[in-house]
């Protein structure tokens, strides 16, 4: 799906909503994030909210229906807050009660070991060298542990939440 069938598809969700005209459709390129609501207030419209989906990630997924369901995601989020005045962070019982409403999985949609997504898109990759366990995770910021164990050991810094060995690291690009 190409970023404006992407886009089209995203206003025809918005548009079935009660209070449409208060929400607005954004991209981004946000590595670390693949959706997020905002609330803002607007002289003369009142509490408005953002809906902002990451480019990056539409180009990363492997498949659309997981991006789709961060868009449902982040609309549960506003529809939580505008129905309810449920901050617009929380997961708890509205936001599931919305997000079920929508169409989206009541739960955190992305993950950074995601196997939807094409990890060679991020600048690093972190994996597990168990070849029982396919963990791996994308990054494009490294910090100060990892940056040290791709220079100096590649095996010592943080440990595979699966099966407790050390994370190996590799710079894709």
């Not at 040290?148 to 099966?163: F, I, Q, R, S, V």
Request: one cysteine or more.
């Amino acid at each position: 799906m190409t970023k404006d069938e992407f886009e089209q598809w995203a206003l025809s969700q918005i548009a079935k909503l009660d209070f449409s005209d208060h929400v607005y459709f954004g991209w981004s390129n946000w590595k670390s994030v693949a959706g997020m609501a905002t609330r803002t207030y607007r002289r003369g419209e009142g509490t408005v909210y953002l809906i902002t989906i990451s480019e990056f990630y539409l180009d990363t997924f492997r498949d659309i229906e997981s991006i789709k369901d961060t868009l449902l995601h982040e609309l549960a989020h506003a529809m939580a807050n505008y129905h309810n005045s449920i901050p617009m962070s929380s997961h708890g019982r509205e936001w599931k009660f919305y997000a079920t409403v929508l169409g989206a999985k009541p739960q955190r949609c992305f993950h950074a070991n995601n196997k939807n997504l094409d990890l060679s898109k991020f600048k690093y990759t972190a994996y597990c060298p168990n070849p029982d366990c396919d963990t791996s995770y994308g990054f494009s910021r490294m910090g100060k542990l990892w940056r040290y164990n791709l220079e100096n050991d590649p095996t010592d810094g943080y440990e595979c939440a699966l099966c407790n060995l050390h994370m190996h690291v590799r710079k894709n690009f």
